[in-house]
């Protein structure tokens, strides 16, 4: 029987290769060349989808509507559920189906309620704006083979909900599951591209209104004040960069020089929600001669976001580039919703957007927009915007016309090096915040910063910040020019995609570099050893303190690079290494003061001694790690936490040795004995004892059954980020909400296939009922990897091997 299984793949990819032809690979990279006329575009497409361990798919096909098809069907098969639910989003939907007043999942935007984030959405399906991006022509606009993928996608996703039956609880026989259109598909993507723009700034863009007459400002709100938002502003330096509380990721790239065989390798290791839209999917999309491509995909979108081919590796972290800028506008006196440019007044555009609403009558609401973008009320509760009878202020968001991250993941996918990956960089310009870390077969790496930005250059600001843009771009890179000016346009670089963004050539890049590394703080320390500097402050700081994350991770990543002989394992082990940075520097500080207390006791935040004698031998006992087994880890996190970040240190930062700064814990401050003994207090409160190892106190519970998670929270600094809900009551840490998602270590040793490593820690369906939906979470809790089936060899020697081939049968 397996025999014959694998003579019918092998007949299938024979069809298929045949059907494509002997393309070379490079010929992916003219797709808008080739007329496509194997389907016409009411239906006709099919793939074959080979599945292996863990349920992870192999799609193969002719051409990329076909590959689409096979991609839309398989993420339907594993995510129907939360798939659909990111649609009803993109389509301004929620309120009708899940109540205005019911909080959002905040994975395709920063929206608080559904009736705002369905204002936001349907205002832009009524304004055509994705329409618009669409019919753009290459390189601004999407190519014809994105475009094609889409389309697929949307058909291989409704013909799995013609075809099947939903068994997952979520959404079983939800009216909200419905077929989807490519412009669905291409809304989604657009609402990914905005995330850290127009997306953090829902809220304020759907409640601006103009002050009511005879008010200078609405609700008796006052103008922000500049001294007290650049406090705030320095104090969420990082916040503007995307939505960074529940996203970010570690990515390193090794050099030949470092390796065991001269060829590169790439770890890669993003941090990203467990739950909701922004999931990561993990399959291998194969068009023989033309893509092969393993990885993970962001749930909604037809291409690998994170992955390898047979000739280079990537990943993608966090950037601190601020994707956004506000002007500051100059109201005409007789009229709040008309502006001064250069004296002359422009009246600003009135959109009325109506939202069906359940149970209850549609909702209208207006929204008003200027040439520079939508009039915002606020950032958040961080930075209120009011709107006055004299100022208003109106978003700048350069990637609200930004629909190319498909082609720039499809260049990743054809490249053969990381020089090609740079050029699919430079050509499309399509990532809106995140920075690329990959390395090659050749042994080459690459850092770069190169994501969509607003052309704000360091002069720029200077002479055209208002007051306030004073007071928050030195502060968090977040710039506010006055509107009133002409002068102050934003321009454009002679090699960028199109105006109003920088161009390749001002992007922070690093070729080359015995290791390249980045753990969410900015371009300046990708290599400690060559440091990048030169760059403007909307790209990041310069000489400022580095994350103990980051620290960590380039002590970690420079004494590998030191030793040298680099293979897979090498990744393997660092990547569960679980080390704690700050218990490196603090831990034995702490025991040490802990038992020097008198009577061994510390008062508490609430006024009451306590008995911490017991916590003085834990601290000494444990190993600096975060493993679930590491006895000591919970006590020093939930001390460490109640420990104020001010407080915490006796030498301050040093540009001069940015990785080895601050150090020394400040054992003498009173806050440090407060926040040990609330600590105690609050494990021995819940009956936890203080040596009780981590995992049996941080897990996920899957199926009735507890699974312990290893690794630790973002201020501890440990590689393996994990982010979890502290319930006591129900023994700890109950739920991961955020953390290492689609892990991979990749690298090459001579021969036609990659080694590879991958995991996808929440594995691969959301499904309750699917056997994949926890099957590698707990490889994870074990510390395990699944060993990678890249090349045909590989997939069919699979004992897990199963075939699909599926179609578009009406």
């Given at each position: 029987?397996?025999?014959?299984?694998?003579?019918?793949?092998?007949?299938?990819?024979?069809?298929?290769?045949?059907?494509?032809?002997?393309?070379?690979?490079?010929?992916?990279?003219?797709?808008?060349?080739?007329?496509?006329?194997?389907?016409?575009?009411?239906?006709?497409?099919?793939?074959?989808?080979?599945?292996?361990?863990?349920?992870?798919?192999?799609?193969?096909?002719?051409?990329?509507?076909?590959?689409?098809?096979?991609?839309?069907?398989?993420?339907?098969?594993?995510?129907?559920?939360?798939?659909?639910?990111?649609?009803?989003?993109?389509?301004?939907?929620?309120?009708?189906?899940?109540?205005?007043?019911?909080?959002?999942?905040?994975?395709?935007?920063?929206?608080?309620?559904?009736?705002?984030?369905?204002?936001?959405?349907?205002?832009?399906?009524?304004?055509?704006?994705?329409?618009?991006?669409?019919?753009?022509?290459?390189?601004?606009?999407?190519?014809?083979?994105?475009?094609?993928?889409?389309?697929?996608?949307?058909?291989?996703?409704?013909?799995?909900?013609?075809?099947?039956?939903?068994?997952?609880?979520?959404?079983?026989?939800?009216?909200?599951?419905?077929?989807?259109?490519?412009?669905?598909?291409?809304?989604?993507?657009?609402?990914?591209?905005?995330?850290?723009?127009?997306?953090?700034?829902?809220?304020?863009?759907?409640?601006?209104?103009?002050?009511?007459?005879?008010?200078?400002?609405?609700?008796?709100?006052?103008?922000?004040?500049?001294a007290r938002t650049a406090r705030t502003a320095r104090a969420t330096a990082g916040l503007f960069a995307a939505d960074s509380a529940d996203m970010g990721s570690n990515a390193v790239a090794f050099g030949g020089s470092t390796t065991a065989n001269g060829r590169g390798?790439?770890?890669?290791?993003?941090?990203?929600?467990?739950?909701?839209?922004?999931?990561?999917?993990?399959?291998?999309?194969?068009?023989?001669?033309?893509?092969?491509?393993?990885?993970?995909?962001?749930?909604?979108?037809?291409?690998?976001?994170?992955?390898?081919?047979?000739?280079?590796?990537?990943?993608?972290?966090?950037?601190?580039?601020?994707?956004?800028?506000?002007?500051?506008?100059?109201?005409?006196?007789?009229?709040?919703?008309?502006?001064?440019?250069?004296?002359?007044?422009?009246?600003?555009?009135?959109?009325?957007?109506?939202?069906?609403?359940?149970?209850?009558?549609?909702?209208?609401?207006?929204?008003?927009?200027?040439?520079?973008?939508?009039?915002?009320?606020?950032?958040?509760?961080?930075?209120?915007?009011?709107?006055?009878?004299?100022?208003?202020?109106?978003?700048?968001?350069?990637?609200?016309?930004?629909?190319?991250?498909?082609?720039?993941?499809?260049?990743?996918?054809?490249?053969?090096?990381?020089?090609?990956?740079?050029?699919?960089?430079?050509?499309?310009?399509?990532?809106?915040?995140?920075?690329?870390?990959?390395?090659?077969?050749?042994?080459?790496?690459?850092?770069?910063?190169?994501?969509?930005?607003?052309?704000?250059?360091?002069?720029?600001?200077?002479?055209?910040?208002?007051?306030?843009?004073?007071a928050t771009y030195p502060a968090s890179g977040v710039a506010v020019l006055d509107g009133s000016r002409g002068d102050c346009a934003l321009g454009r670089d002679g090699d960028a995609v199109e105006p109003g963004i920088f161009g390749p050539a001002a992007l922070p890049?690093?070729?080359?570099?015995?290791?390249?590394?980045?753990?969410?703080?900015?371009?300046?320390?990708?290599?400690?050893?060559?440091?990048?500097?030169?760059?403007?402050?909307?790209?990041?700081?310069?000489?400022?303190?580095?994350?103990?994350?980051?620290?960590?991770?380039?002590?970690?990543?420079?004494?590998?690079?030191?030793?040298?002989?680099?293979?897979?394992?090498?990744?393997?082990?660092?990547?569960?290494?679980?080390?704690?940075?700050?218990?490196?520097?603090?831990?034995?500080?702490?025991?040490?003061?802990?038992?020097?207390?008198?009577?061994?006791?510390?008062?508490g935040s609430d006024g009451q001694a306590v008995d911490v004698s017991g916590a003085c031998g834990v601290l000494a006992a444990w190993d600096h790690k975060a493993g679930t087994g590491s006895r000591g880890a919970l006590l020093f996190d939930r001390f460490w936490r109640?420990?104020?970040?001010?407080?915490?240190?006796?030498?301050?930062?040093?540009?001069?040795?940015?990785?080895?700064?601050?150090?020394?814990?400040?054992?003498?401050?009173?806050?440090?004995?407060?926040?040990?003994?609330?600590?105690?207090?609050?494990?021995?409160?819940?009956?936890?004892?203080?040596?009780?190892?981590?995992?049996?106190?941080?897990?996920?519970?899957?199926?009735?059954?507890?699974?312990?998670?290893?690794?630790?929270?973002?201020?501890?600094?440990?590689?393996?980020?994990?982010?979890?809900?502290?319930?006591?009551?129900?023994?700890?840490?109950?739920?991961?909400?955020?953390?290492?998602?689609?892990?991979?270590?990749?690298?090459?040793?001579?021969?036609?296939?990659?080694?590879?490593?991958?995991?996808?820690?929440?594995?691969?369906?959301?499904?309750?009922?699917?056997?994949?939906?926890?099957?590698?979470?707990?490889?994870?809790?074990?510390?395990?990897?699944?060993?990678?089936?890249?090349?045909?060899?590989?997939?069919?020697?699979?004992?897990?091997?199963?075939?699909?081939?599926?179609?578009?049968?009406?």
């Amino acid at each position: 029987m397996r025999t014959r299984l694998r003579r019918i793949v092998v007949a299938a990819v024979a069809l298929l290769t045949a059907a494509t032809g002997t393309l070379p690979a490079t010929a992916a990279d003219r797709p808008d060349d080739r007329s496509r006329k194997e389907h016409p575009s009411a239906g006709g497409l099919s793939a074959v989808v080979r599945y292996t361990e863990y349920g992870i798919p192999h799609i193969l096909a002719r051409d990329y509507a076909d590959l689409g098809f096979g991609t839309g069907w398989a993420q339907a098969a594993d995510q129907v559920c939360t798939v659909a639910d990111g649609f009803v989003t993109v389509r301004g939907e929620r309120s009708r189906f899940f109540g205005p007043d019911a909080a959002t999942d905040f994975s395709l935007s920063s929206a608080s309620r559904n009736l705002s984030s369905d204002l936001y959405f349907r205002g832009v399906r009524d304004a055509g704006t994705v329409e618009r991006l669409l019919a753009r022509p290459a390189p601004a606009g999407p190519s014809r083979t994105a475009k094609e993928l889409m389309r697929g996608y949307a058909a291989g996703y409704n013909a799995w909900l013609r075809q099947n039956r939903i068994t997952d609880p979520t959404c079983k026989g939800a009216a909200w599951v419905r077929p989807i259109t490519t412009l669905d598909v291409a809304a989604r993507g657009y609402a990914l591209a905005v995330l850290g723009g127009q997306g953090r700034a829902v809220d304020g863009i759907t409640a601006a209104q103009p002050p009511t007459t005879g008010t200078s400002t609405p609700s008796g709100a006052a103008a922000p004040d500049p001294a007290r938002t650049a406090r705030t502003a320095r104090a969420t330096a990082g916040l503007f960069a995307a939505d960074s509380a529940d996203m970010g990721s570690n990515a390193v790239a090794f050099g030949g020089s470092t390796t065991a065989n001269g060829r590169g390798l790439l770890l890669g290791n993003p941090h990203y929600p467990w739950q909701g839209g922004r999931r990561f999917w993990q399959s291998q999309q194969t068009i023989p001669g033309r893509l092969n491509v393993s990885g993970a995909s962001l749930l909604g979108t037809p291409t690998v976001s994170i992955g390898h081919n047979a000739h280079v590796a990537w990943s993608h972290t966090v950037a601190t580039g601020v994707t956004l800028n506000l002007h500051q506008l100059t109201l005409d006196p007789a009229d709040p919703t008309a502006y001064l440019v250069d004296g002359r007044p422009e009246r600003m555009t009135k959109r009325s957007v109506t939202v069906a609403v359940q149970g209850a009558t549609p909702v209208t609401r207006t929204q008003w927009w200027t040439r520079y973008g939508p009039v915002v009320t606020g950032l958040g509760s961080s930075l209120p915007l009011p709107w006055t009878t004299t100022t208003a202020y109106a978003l700048n968001d350069p990637n609200s016309t930004n629909l190319r991250a498909s082609d720039t993941a499809l260049g990743f996918g054809t490249a053969r090096s990381t020089a090609d990956v740079l050029g699919s960089l430079r050509r499309t310009q399509g990532l809106p915040w995140v920075n690329t870390i990959a390395a090659d077969s050749a042994g080459h790496t690459l850092f770069t910063q190169s994501q969509v930005l607003p052309r704000i250059t360091d002069e720029l600001a200077q002479r055209c910040s208002t007051p306030l843009g004073r007071a928050t771009y030195p502060a968090s890179g977040v710039a506010v020019l006055d509107g009133s000016r002409g002068d102050c346009a934003l321009g454009r670089d002679g090699d960028a995609v199109e105006p109003g963004i920088f161009g390749p050539a001002a992007l922070p890049t690093l070729r080359d570099a015995p290791y390249a590394e980045n753990s969410n703080d900015s371009a300046w320390l990708a290599n400690a050893d060559q440091p990048l500097t030169g760059y403007q402050r909307v790209f990041g700081t310069i000489g400022t303190a580095r994350s103990l994350r980051t620290r960590g991770a380039l002590e970690d990543v420079a004494a590998l690079a030191g030793r040298g002989g680099l293979t897979v394992r090498d990744l393997q082990q660092q990547q569960y290494a679980n080390r704690v940075p700050a218990a490196d520097l603090a831990a034995s500080d702490a025991a040490k003061a802990c038992a020097a207390l008198p009577g061994s006791t510390a008062t508490g935040s609430d006024g009451q001694a306590v008995d911490v004698s017991g916590a003085c031998g834990v601290l000494a006992a444990w190993d600096h790690k975060a493993g679930t087994g590491s006895r000591g880890a919970l006590l020093f996190d939930r001390f460490w936490r109640r420990l104020p970040a001010a407080r915490q240190w006796k030498v301050p930062f040093s540009a001069a040795d940015p990785v080895g700064t601050p150090h020394t814990l400040d054992t003498d401050a009173p806050a440090f004995a407060t926040a040990l003994a609330d600590a105690v207090a609050e494990l021995r409160a819940a009956d936890i004892p203080l040596d009780s190892p981590l995992g049996k106190h941080q897990f996920v519970v899957r199926g009735g059954k507890r699974i312990p998670v290893p690794g630790g929270t973002e201020s501890l600094g440990v590689w393996n980020k994990i982010e979890a809900v502290w319930n006591p009551a129900g023994g700890g840490y109950t739920e991961v909400t955020t953390g290492s998602s689609y892990m991979q270590a990749v690298g090459w040793d001579g021969g036609r296939c990659p080694v590879a490593r991958t995991l996808l820690t929440y594995s691969q369906s959301s499904n309750l009922v699917s056997r994949h939906h926890d099957d590698q979470t707990r490889l994870f809790s074990g510390e395990k990897w699944v060993t990678s089936r890249f090349c045909e060899k590989d997939i069919l020697s699979s004992p897990a091997l199963r075939v699909v081939r599926v179609g578009d049968h009406r």
